[in-house]
């Protein structure tokens, strides 16, 4: 700088590389360096050193840490590590150990079978101390005020204060330098009279008249003659004479210089490089951090491979994803593969194509939406069960999951309906739910009382069909919802009694049927088309006659006729029929009797399965899924493949 006073920052920067640590480490990306540096104020993140070394016996991978972050405790790196570890934070560890000796650090991790130690080592860096953030603030006192400084600011800050400092201490130098000049200018003078000043001396009657004599006689001041009557006889031997005259030559020359100095701004540099390229050379070594200047984490969706992948969801709420191409090994003719391992209460309830880098949106009965991306669903084997999906998200205590919806991508041609129990109804632009959070977002705003029951993926042009547990239901166009903001309460879908409300909402498609169960073991089915347009926000119409005898609605479902349904009652009995086997009869009828239930026994629910004897009579699994491909959007879920052959 000194060299070239309008250098900028960029330029300083090719000179200047960053933070430099003992325990050396990286320091992941230049951000939060150029923003220190430009700025005043920056953030780094330093990350330790880690290496992957392949262990040729078992043909598993290691990851074995070799540098740390500054002021990182190793034992509270490793004891923390092994905490996760056991809270299944992370996941692909089988062992770790602490190797380090005197020469240096050395923590090895050995990772399970198959692990990619890429994604281990990002979770590492995202939950220990394996990766720290250091904030960088150029702060300090200017004239009495604080400030922040940028960093052509702060040097030139330096520059001017060590101008000041080298100017202060050559002045203070100088002075010196000619004090004692003068000193010896007067020993000088003695030596060469040397004979008349001990005469004057001896002739005095005390030190102090010696002193006035000989300022008098020879014009010396006060600290001259002080110099000559304290001056020892050995001064006046050759040799020390000699001495006295390259002392004086001597100290001429430096206040000749100390003056060049003061007088020649350039020369105040000079000596400011002089001294720091000795402190350079002195204490100067090897850079030990090093500085990567890419700052991007390890993204683990860029080493996922992006494939299509069957996601199965059962009725208890348990969750898993297989490779298409597991369900591909088959043809016509075939016995078909267990889809899902499911407990004798449970069955598969939805099952959907999503590609690995997909999202799969969760809604809760509180009104807040949670984001999976495909593959953090847990991959199992065909037959097992998969994972409980309250594991994979953090619900809050009675909270439980409402909906569960596929998404390729967040379009503004496409909309979630979300419906309560109490009969609100909102709309919301599928895009307003494209910035995933770690913690959920609202996704409705849920009155005190009430609970989200029910979400659906629209076109944003069909038709919604809402039925209450009284028997009443309403079909209205969906533009008679405006769309709202993602935090909103939404508006009335249908006007209830009090002691009414809604047990379920469908997207009616032509064709199809509306299956109504009540809860003591009646059903019907009723073509969509009995159920004419209303305005939403109507007392609705009948959908089933609830009398005594048939007890409330414990379900409505809309179903195409090829698929199995399964009734769900109190007692935990599951009953498994044909939807063809229940007639279709007009809307406002009772029903007729579907199972014969005990007397305290009720149904409470009704769910889609796939038709059981499919794989019995040959159909290959692969056909069901090409019938519902990523191209249908408005379809994202088929019959599931059922747990049991």
């Not at 281990?120 to 702060?139: A, D, P, R």
């Not at 005020?145 to 600011?153: C, D, G, S, T, Y």
């Not at 809604?363 to 037959?383: D, E, H, M, N």
């Not at 979400?455 to 008679?480: C, M, P």
């Amino acid at each position: 700088m000194i060299h070239d006073p309008e250098i900028t920052i960029d330029g300083l920067m090719q000179y200047i590389q960053g933070p430099d640590f003992p325990t050396a480490g990286f320091i992941n990306g230049r951000e939060g360096i150029i923003s220190a540096y430009r700025t005043g104020r920056g953030i780094i993140r330093v990350r330790a050193r880690a290496l992957i070394e392949k262990n040729a016996r078992n043909d598993r991978e290691s990851i074995v840490v070799t540098e740390l972050p500054y002021q990182v405790n190793k034992a509270n790196l490793i004891e923390k590590i092994a905490d996760l570890v056991k809270e299944k934070k992370i996941g692909g560890i089988a062992d770790l150990r602490d190797e380090s000796d005197r020469e240096g650090i050395r923590v090895v991790l050995d990772l399970k079978r198959d692990e990619a130690s890429a994604i281990v080592l990002n979770q590492l860096y995202k939950h220990t101390q394996m990766e720290s953030t250091f904030g960088i603030i150029m702060l300090a006192i200017d004239q009495g005020q604080p400030r922040v400084f940028n960093l052509k600011e702060v040097l030139q800050s330096f520059l001017e204060f060590r101008k000041e400092v080298v100017v202060r201490r050559t002045a203070f130098e100088l002075a010196k330098a000619k004090e004692r000049a003068h000193i010896l200018e007067g020993l000088i003078i003695a030596l060469d009279r040397i004979d008349e000043v001990i005469a004057v001396i001896k002739a005095s009657g005390s030190p102090a008249e010696a002193s006035t004599a000989l300022c008098s006689r020879f014009g010396l001041s006060d600290l001259q003659a002080k110099a000559i009557l304290e001056m020892r006889l050995q001064r006046l031997t050759g040799l020390e004479r000699d001495k006295i005259d390259a002392e004086y030559a001597e100290i001429s020359s430096l206040i000749h210089k100390l003056q060049g100095i003061l007088d020649d701004p350039q020369k105040v540099l000079d000596v400011i490089v002089e001294e720091l390229s000795e402190i350079r050379t002195r204490y100067g070594d090897e850079r030990r951090t090093e500085i990567v200047y890419s700052s991007e984490e390890i993204n683990i969706e860029d080493l996922i491979v992006e494939e299509d992948m069957v996601v199965t969801v059962s009725h208890a709420g348990y969750i898993k994803r297989n490779a298409v191409s597991l369900y591909k090994s088959q043809r016509r003719g075939g016995k078909g593969k267990i889809g899902m391992g499911t407990k004798e209460e449970d069955f598969v309830e939805r099952i959907f194509i999503a590609n690995t880098h997909h999202y799969v949106l969760i809604f809760t009965s509180r009104g807040r939406l949670y984001w999976l991306k495909v593959y953090q669903i847990p991959q199992a084997g065909r037959a097992a069960k998969g994972k409980a999906i309250v594991n994979l998200i953090n619900l809050t205590e009675g909270e439980r999951v409402a909906a569960v919806l596929p998404v390729r991508e967040f379009t503004g041609e496409r909309s979630v309906v979300m419906v309560t129990r109490k009969g609100t109804i909102k709309k919301t632009e599928l895009s307003a739910f494209s910035n995933p959070r770690a913690g959920g977002i609202i996704a409705i705003s849920i009155d005190e009382g009430d609970e989200l029951i029910d979400v659906q993926l629209t076109l944003g042009n069909q038709d919604i069909f809402l039925g209450t547990r009284k028997g009443k239901s309403i079909r209205f166009r969906e533009d008679d919802v405006r769309d709202m903001g993602r935090t909103a309460r939404g508006v009335r879908g249908i006007r209830m009694a009090d002691d009414d409300r809604v047990i379920g909402m469908e997207i009616p498609t032509e064709g199809n049927t509306i299956l109504t169960v009540s809860e003591k073991g009646y059903g019907k089915r009723t073509e969509i088309a009995e159920y004419r347009l209303q305005t939403r926000g109507g007392k609705g119409t009948i959908n089933l006659k609830t009398v005594s005898k048939i007890g409330d609605v414990s379900g409505v479902l809309q179903i195409s006729g090829s698929e199995d349904i399964m009734l769900i009652s109190d007692a935990g009995r599951i009953i498994r029929m044909r939807a063809e086997e229940v007639r279709v009869i007009h809307r406002s009828t009772q029903g007729v009797r579907l199972i014969d239930l005990d007397d305290n026994e009720k149904l409470v629910g009704v769910a889609r399965a796939e038709r059981e004897d499919e794989r019995e009579n040959g159909a290959a699994p692969e056909d069901l899924l090409e019938e519902s491909g990523p191209e249908q959007e408005n379809l994202p879920e088929f019959g599931p493949v059922e747990g049991e052959e």
